[in-house]
């Protein structure tokens, strides 16, 4: 086996593909996502293991309480509310830290209300000279040019289908709510990272393409793939992961619509045996870049002639440029 101009063994990475317990269509697709990243990205893929810690600057309370969550998330979150965001984050500076993820339960018009605390944000940014990452959530245009005064990075995640907006997250809200948020954070020179949620009707494909083709319309600096996780004491704690070829075709039709943009899997995805198939789909269908990688994604790359670069203390949802990339 000889491997091509990138260092990439493709005939490996066709036997692979070949292998896989998925329809000859999904790997036809494969195939075609992979070549793209190659072209565009080269041999490097990046590997991200330590994200940015999530600050909710609502604690554990969240107005909307949706059914895939149900508050759990919070709870693993460090509690910025009350007043105590600043400690938080200054905590997090004193250890080293380079960013902050600030989060939070959502109000009843969608939105994640970090914009309400914009100017001691500014402050604890300007004191601590963090990158300041923040899910906003549905916005106005108002609240858009708030978090511009501070926001580094927004992480919106992008959802496709009326009734799964209604069903799941329990919002009166519609698709264009979301593609208005895309446009007010960019009208506000904000950088996007869209996060594309595979499976989050209960594990069922529903509008993840509608999804895609929204974000299309602006310029995200990286999308990043979310897997749905069945969570234990919520509503979906019945539901299974979605199946891993829905997976592979929500990473194959985002790697073609963005040839050039970074196209990431989060750290948000299922665990166990599910996780680390998923991550060697996930490369066999052209990400270039991976949060909290599993073994056998190393041990994958290794086969098929990726460079890894581990990438500390950063989060995947910011665009890296690295030698040997186009």
Not at 19 to 38: N, P, T, V
Not at 226 to 247: G, R, W, Y
């Amino acid at each position: 086996m000889t491997a091509s101009d990138s260092g990439v063994y493709l005939d490996r990475v066709t036997e692979k593909i070949k292998g896989m317990d998925i329809s000859d269509a999904a790997k036809k697709e494969m195939l075609r996502s992979f070549k793209i990243r190659l072209d565009s990205f080269s041999n490097n893929i990046l590997f991200f293991n330590e994200p940015f810690t999530p600050v909710s600057v609502t604690g554990t309370d969240c107005e909307l309480n949706c059914k895939h969550c149900e508050k759990h998330y919070l709870e693993h979150m460090l509690d910025g509310s009350g007043g105590k965001l600043r400690a938080a984050v200054i905590d997090l500076a004193k250890r080293g830290r380079s960013g902050v993820l600030l989060s939070g339960g959502s109000k009843l018009d969608g939105s994640v209300p970090t914009y309400e605390l914009s100017d001691e944000i500014m402050q604890i940014k300007d004191d601590t000279h963090l990158k300041m990452s923040a899910h906003t959530g549905i916005i106005n245009q108002e609240q858009a040019l708030s978090l511009s005064t501070w926001l580094d990075m927004a992480l919106v995640d992008c959802i496709g289908s009326d009734a799964v907006i209604s069903g799941i997250l329990g919002l009166p809200n519609t698709v264009s709510d979301y593609e208005n948020t895309l446009r007010f954070l960019t009208d506000a020179g904000i950088p996007i990272a869209p996060h594309i949620i595979a499976g989050l009707n209960n594990g069922a494909l529903d509008c993840e393409f509608r999804a895609i083709e929204m974000v299309k319309k602006y310029d995200p600096d990286v999308v990043v793939i979310v897997v749905f996780i069945p969570t234990k004491n919520t509503a979906c704690a019945s539901a299974l992961p979605p199946a891993l070829e829905d997976v592979i075709s929500v990473i194959a039709k985002a790697r073609q619509e963005f040839p050039q943009t970074p196209l990431s899997l989060s750290c948000v995805r299922p665990g166990g045996r599910y996780r680390s198939r998923l991550d060697e789909c996930a490369i066999l269908s052209g990400i270039d870049r991976i949060a909290v990688p599993s073994r056998s994604a190393y041990q994958l790359c290794a086969e098929i002639g990726l460079d890894i670069h581990e990438v500390d203390n950063m989060c995947c949802s910011y665009p890296l440029q690295i030698k040997g990339q186009k």
